[in-house]
């Protein structure tokens, strides 16, 4: 046993066992989000339940969302009917009601006691809404240009969807005449009211400056009508059809087509169904544009903003890493300046990264985007520019968190390189400059890659810095856009560790949060697991092409 100790091999095992423990636990917990996550997508059975509580019976209808065990002392405690319950646990579903506007509680939870009979009508709709959230009950009619279809004529719902892809299609063409066109002409009657200011400013405005202006104004305005009027009837036209449903209190409602999103039967579904419509919802809440204070609607400008903020990161980092890097390990002397430049580089990276964040609203945004506004940008204040938090504050914000790790990988792979390759290029002719470029970087590049995987890592997962210098709830508007100069860097933006945050924590309806918080922090990993990929296939390509430089 003493020998098997000296050999080193329950050291190997301990390292290996820690080693598989750690990665059963990691992806236990991408298992456990995933699952938690990707359910949110998939159709739950409608039930119509007639349900005693309150003291009273009534009807209710609504997805089965969750089921638990709950202990009865628990419910004792909270003073719920216990009536016709023996035994220590009791079974309770949470049920999701939907029709907010006319019933009280969006969410309910009712206990096994409660349910007096539990039935799942096959023909039971859920009207996904573009506001108010969802709305749950029987399809009676369909208003079609003034004439109401029975819907029992419609069997197969073939009419329901022609005029649900009709209304969707004018919505979309009216959102995008209003992003883009509309937006387009807002944006530049705001560059001319600039410009005009800014002449003012200079005592530079003339009289044919000034009538040049009005007339580009006077010729916005009238496209500017122009395009409103043919919103006005796009909208019009979405609203032409109505959809009436008896709801769970048996009154008959009409909801516009242009408030529609989509409509389907849950109830009807056989499994191939049920897995084209967790298909469908997944894709649209990857592309589409967040709602309801985030609680409803998909994540596209989060992962826009934080792939773009990450890439932009990446692109300000890794030069000053590197370069960093080649200055200590090249040119510094290997004296006690140099020793206490390095420890004072290792020990940034166990600052708390809110003290960047404070660090990035005092000195970037206020001090450098300040100073920017005042030189650059004096006719728009004092409204600021860059002198509010935007992605370039966050990108640098970051880039300055992360610097350290860039540093010290890219310090390590220079130090792998042998001094002879160094010595055999000078000894050539090769100036110094000329070895570092053609020689040393290239055969430190899957180094610096490994640092920049690392950055990449810790940038896109962090959330406390960018509440401070640039993250936003809900931001209006893309950093890329149309309009020139097409990339703005000064505007604020949207982050899926933000968005968790928001959507978990400040929601004000915590039940319906839960499960899309699972389903963006899953999309953020995946995320993170792509640009990871990403680069690291980019660091195999460089050890590859440069493997022979290292024997």
Known sequence: MNKWFKSGNPWIWMTAGAVSISLVAVIGLLLLIAARGLVYFWPSPVLEMEVHQFGKNQTVIGELYETELVPIERLQASGANLEGLDGDFVERFLIKTGNREYVDLDFRWLTENEILSKTRP?????????????FYGYVEGIVKGGETIDASLDTDHTTLYELLERSNDIIEQADSLQRSDIGSINYSLERLRLKQRKYEMAEELTAERLAGIEAEEEQLHQDYLVLEKQLFAYRDDARRDQ????????????????????VFFPNEMNWFDKVGHWVHQATKFIVSEPREANTEGGVFPAIFGTVFMVMLMAVIVTPLGVVAAIYLHEYAGNNSLTRLIRIAVINLAGVPSIVYGVFGLGFFVYMLGGSIDSLFYQESLPT????SPGVIWAALTLAILTLPVVIVSTEEGLSRIPSAVR?????????????????????ASPAIMTGLILAVARAAGEVAPLMLVGVVKLAPTLPLDGNFPFIHLERKFMHLGFHIYDVGFQSPNVEAARPLVYATAFLLVTVIIGLNLAAIQIRNRLREKFKTLDQ
């Not at 096959?122 to 969802?134: D, F, K, L, M, S």
């Not at 959809?243 to 989509?262: A, F, K, Q, S």
């Not at 600021?384 to 002198?387: A, I, R």
């Not at 010595?423 to 055969?443: D, F, N, Y």
């Open 243 to 262: 959809l009436v449903i008896r709801d769970m209190r048996g009154e008959l409602v009409t909801i516009p087509m242009d408030n529609v999103l989509d």
């Open 423 to 443: 010595q055999g290029s000078l000894a050539l002719g090769a100036t110094k400059a000329e070895t570092l470029w053609r020689i040393v970087i290239p055969m």
């Open 384 to 387: 600021p520019t860059f002198g």
């Open 122 to 134: 096959e023909n039971i709709a859920v009207v996904e809404r573009r506001t108010n959230g969802n």
